[in-house]
Each structure stands twice: as structure tokens, then as C-alpha cells.
């Protein structure tokens, strides 16, 4: 707008009006004639025209635009010291936003943001090192992408600590340049109390050796990569998690697995990556093909084998696959042959899968070369009945949370037995029991016999297994929610994938009920299968 030189205007109005205003003795009088204020002819004033003063147009602000209130500053070792170590952020600090600056140490796939993938990015700040979480691929694109590792990074962004993960979430990009890479920090003890405060940080381990055959699996599960990365990792005798999230490109997911297949009992791995944290642990999360060093070393020899229990009881009819572990874990298994000492008791076959045929005592031998192992083997005599509660034995394919109410007319008939469901589903890993839905599954009406064992599979591919309680009657059935402390809890929540919980048959258990959660873990589960084993009618 420009600048006018002004009209007196209290006085032009009123003499408009006719009136005249007061006029002081030492004023001059005022006459009928208005007084003559120049203008230029560049600047004409019309009786249009706004009229303000010189100040007031550079202070007057423009109600089209909303000024954004201005985002502190704040170094990574300050945003890290705003929540405690092992904490999450507060519904309040989640509102606290942020401007803070980090060389990129990392960029890895995360988990899925409104069902398209997100990322996740690494970056550090001398000691002290930060997450940002969940860039949506839009923003990554157009933001992110062209950001590379050793890249100094500024942004915005939100608290959002989780379980002590240090994090940033809802990430607007400000800007980044060309800066010197990070060194990664040597660790040389990675027990979980040296870890604290190294969440996200670059790091590299060296000397890592395997202490049991590693799961490794990586293929496609529908729109996504399933992957499992199950390493018995340790420096020393001090152990530490892997972790490989499932929105990993699928290529880079083999590339890896390829690799650390190459992997033997006598070779050393050394690693280099971004520390990463899950559940409270730290682990080495997202771990890409390169991030790998691989020295193999000499053939690997066998010392020794052993069966994984001592002795074992079946009933007649059953068939039970032992399980031979050998010294090292890989030690070569060449020339092994099983053999029962009593085949009208038991029989096994070249696999090692016995079958019970008759009661009585037996034993089974396993021989390597000069290497024998035994298993002691005691048949009843009588045939128990099992019945295999599953995804597809119950009929919950596709059935989501919100639908998983089946009791009393609806109850699922598994084998002549009629079960509850509530809160149970199907979601592509077996059966899925969430904490937010007091998840539960039980029978209705009772089983031919009195219960002999229970049997929880959890889902192998899943990182931790579950924690799912136990509750039992003689004569009904539990089919209410139960708030009493379980009688058993059936998985420890950490390393327990396959659960029995066995019923003496004096007991005649014919009810029981299986609820979750249960205190201290409140993830979900995910279920392979359940076995019942009953005792024959009396």
C-alpha cells in the first residue's frame, strides 16, 4: 500500500456538517473555506480511500496469514533427557515439538503407517543419538529420499519415547547438507545394563558366534514379507536379540538370510549397524546383508550328541518325534541310526519318530560313529484322545476381532466338544488373542474323559512368544471372564513356544478355560495350535 499525505479530516467533517468547532485564542479563526492540505499528483485521495497513519500500515498485520507459533530448539541430548531411561513420553510431552539436528547414521522400513509402509531414520549427534519414527512414504519421497547416510539432517518433530526407545514421530523436514559420517562405536560388552542410553546409536560388534541352529526364513505372507531371523547370538557368554522388521524389501530380506546361512558354530561375525530396541531390549534390528562381516572358520566337528530329554511317557497308539541334539549344535550327524530296545514296547524309524505299540519299558539309542545317546521310554496302557484346536479346526478364518463372540448356539464344535470363543481371530499368524479384547477360549460341554494335558503352540515366527492363563473345573464350564489369578500360566512370555500343562486323572478336570492377558505381558499372542489329550470314558 502507499504511503498519502493525510486531509484533516475532524475538521472537513465538521464543517460538512455546518457546524464550527472552538477555537482557542491563540488560534487563528476558522474560516468557511476548508483548509488546503497539497497532494500529489501521483497520490490522489479519494473519499474511497482508507485512511491510517504511516505507522499504522507497517504494523497492521495480514489476516490471511496465521503465524505458527515458533518450534524451540533442542540438541538430541536434550530431547533424550526429557523422558527417563525405560520410560514412554506422556500423553502431555507427546504434544511438545521439537527443531533438533543429526548426521544420519541410518534409513531402514518400519512398520505400516495407515497400510503403506513407513520409514524409519537414524540420526546422532556426537554421543547421543535419536529416531525418527514413522515417515509416511509420501513424506519420505518427498522429503527424505534424496537424504543420505553421513547427511547432516534438521527437522521437526514430536516426544515419542516408547518403553525407553528414544523417538521423534510426526517428522516435517527442515533441511540437510553434506557433513563428515559417523564412526561407530566398538562395543566390547554388550550385557543389556552396558547398552542403556545407546538406543539408535551407530555401533559395531566384533567376534559374535552362533550357539544354535539359527531359524531363517524369509518369503512372502500375502502384501508382505514374513520374516523370522531367530540367531542364538553371544560375545562371550553374553547373548543379544536380532531383529528384521516384516516391511523389509523382500530382496534385501534373502540377501541377508543368504548370508548368515554361510554362518557355522566356528565362525565369527562381526557387525555394524544401528543399535536397535524392542520391548526394552536392545537388539541389533533391521540387520541388512551389509551391515554383516562373515569369517568362516575351520570344518566343523562333532563331539558328542545327547536327546533332548532323559525319558518320556506315551500312551499306546501315540507317535512322538525325539529330538537328537548334537555337540556343536551343527556337528555333522553323519552315519546316524536309532534303534529300540524293545519293539513290541515301542518302535522308531530312521527319522527318529517312535511309536508306542505296546505297554512297558524300552529304551531308544541313537549312534554317531562312537557317539550314543539314550532315551528312556515308558508306554501306558491305555489310549488317550486328543483333539487340535486351530484356525481352520474352528472355523475362524477371517473372522476379525469385533465378530469373535461364539458361545451357547454359536459355540464351535471341535471333535464332539463344543467351545467358546470370544475375542480370538484369525490374522494370518494362527490365533490371535489381544489384550484389548480380555481374549478367551473354552469348552462348553465336557470331554469324553477327564482332562490329561494342555497343550499351547505359540506361533514360532513371532519374536516373543506369550503368557496366556489357565483356569479349570470338574463339572462346568468356565464361561465367564475370569478376574482371579490363573491357576497356571502356560508360556513365560520370552522363550516357551511350545507349553503342557498336564491334570492328574484322579483330579477329572473336564472344563477348563484359557484367558489372556495376563500380568506382565500385554502384547498380542499369536497361537499355532492348542491340544487337548482327554482320558478314554470310563
Known amino acids: 500500500m502507499k504511503k498519502r499525505n493525510l486531509l484533516l479530516l475532524p475538521l472537513f467533517a465538521l464543517l460538512l456538517a455546518g457546524c464550527k468547532p472552538t477555537v482557542s485564542s491563540q488560534e487563528p479563526p476558522v474560516t468557511s473555506e476548508p483548509p488546503v492540505t497539497s497532494v500529489t499528483s501521483e497520490d490522489p485521495v479519494t473519499s474511497e480511500d482508507p485512511v491510517t497513519t504511516s505507522e499504522d500500515e507497517e504494523s497492521l498485520p495480514d489476516p490471511s496469514v496465521s503465524e505458527e507459533e515458533p518450534v524451540p530448539t533442542a540438541t538430541i541430548e536434550e530431547i533424550r533427557a526429557k523422558t527417563a531411561e525405560g520410560e514412554s513420553a506422556t500423553a502431555a510431552q507427546k504434544e511438545e515439538k521439537y527443531e533438533t539436528t543429526g548426521v544420519v547414521t541410518g ?18 549427534d556426537g554421543e547421543h543419538a535419536l529416531l525418527l519414527y514413522a515417515i509416511t512414504q509420501e513424506v519420505y519421497d518427498a522429503n527424505f529420499a534424496g537424504v543420505n547416510i553421513g547427511d547432516r539432517l534438521t ?14 514421530d510426526r517428522i516435517k523436514y527442515v533441511s540437510h547438507e553434506a557433513a563428515t559420517a559417523v564412526e561407530p562405536e566398538l562395543l566390547t560388552d554388550i550385557a543389556q545394563a552396558a547398552l542403556v542410553g545407546k538406543d539408535s546409536k551407530l555401533v559395531k560388534i566384533e567376534g559374535l558366534k552362533l550357539h544354535a541352529k539359527p531359524t531363517l526364513v524369509a518369503e512372502m505372507n500375502g502384501d508382505r514379507t514374513n520374516i523370522t531371523l531367530d540367531m542364538d547370538l553371544r560375545l562371550g557368554d553374553t547373548k543379544i536379540g536380532t531383529y528384521m522388521h516384516y516391511n523389509i524389501p523382500m530382496a534385501d530380506a534373502e540377501a541377508t538370510m543368504e548370508l548368515l546361512r554361510t554362518v557355522t ?21 533391521n540387520a541388512h546383508v551389509s551391515e554383516w562381516e562373515v569369517e568362516v572358520g575351520e570344518p566343523v566337528v562333532l563331539n558328542g550328541i545327547t536327546f533332548d530329554l532323559d525319558e518320556i511317557e506315551l ?24 534303534e529300540s530296545s524293545d519293539v513290541d514296547v515301542v518302535t522308531v524309524d ?19 560313529g562312537t557317539f550314543e545317546a539314550t532315551l528312556d521310554v515308558t508306554v501306558l496302557g491305555e489310549v488317550n484322545t486328543d483333539i487340535t484346536l ?43 488373542w489381544r489384550q484389548s ?10 470331554f469324553e474323559g477327564a482332562i490329561a494335558s494342555i497343550t499351547v503352540n505359540y506361533n514360532t515366527g513371532q519374536n516373543y512368544p506369550g503368557k496366556v492363563g489357565i483356569y479349570t473345573s470338574e463339572d462346568t464350564a468356565v464361561s465367564e471372564h475370569q478376574t482371579a489369578e490363573p491357576e497356571a500360566i502356560l508360556g513365560n512370555g520370552s522363550t516357551e513356544y511350545t507349553v503342557t500343562v498336564d491334570f492328574d486323572e484322579a483330579d477329572a478336570i473336564r472344563f477348563f ?3 489372556y492377558p495376563v500380568s506382565g505381558h500385554t502384547f498380542s499372542v499369536y497361537i499355532s495350535s492348542i491340544v487337548i489329550t482327554f482320558h478314554p470314558a470310563a
Open 513 to 515: 478355560r484359557l484367558q
Open 265 to 285: 558354530s566356528n565362525s565369527t561375525l562381526n557387525w555394524t549397524g544401528v543399535l536397535g530396541m524392542n520391548r526394552g531390549d536392545y537388539q541389533l534390528t
Open 315 to 338: 500312551s499306546l497308539e501315540e507317535e512322538y518325534e525325539s529330538n537328537l541334539v548334537a555337540t556343536p549344535f551343527d556337528g555333522p550327524l553323519t552315519g546316524l541310526t536309532y
Open 437 to 446: 479384547s480380555n481374549s478367551a477360549l473354552w469348552n462348553e460341554t465336557e
Open 155 to 168: 527437522v521437526q518433530g514430536h516426544l515419542a519415547a516408547y518403553n525407553g526407545l528414544r523417538e521423534l
Open 350 to 368: 530312521e527319522k527318529g519318530v517312535l511309536v508306542a505299540v505296546g505297554a512297558g519299558t524300552a529304551e531308544v539309542t541313537a549312534t554317531v
Open 390 to 432: 486351530s484356525v481352520e479346526s474352528l472355523g475362524l478364518d477371517g473372522v476379525a476381532y469385533g465378530d469373535s463372540d461364539f458361545k451357547g448356539d454359536t459355540a464351535k464344535e471341535v471333535g464332539g466338544v463344543k467351545f467358546g470363543v470370544f475375542g480370538v481371530a484369525d490374522y494370518g499368524n494362527g490365533l490371535q
Open 107 to 124: 534409513k531402514f522400513r518400519n512398520a505400516n503407517i495407515s497400510n503403506s509402509p513407513g520409514w524409519n531414520i537414524a540420526i546422532q
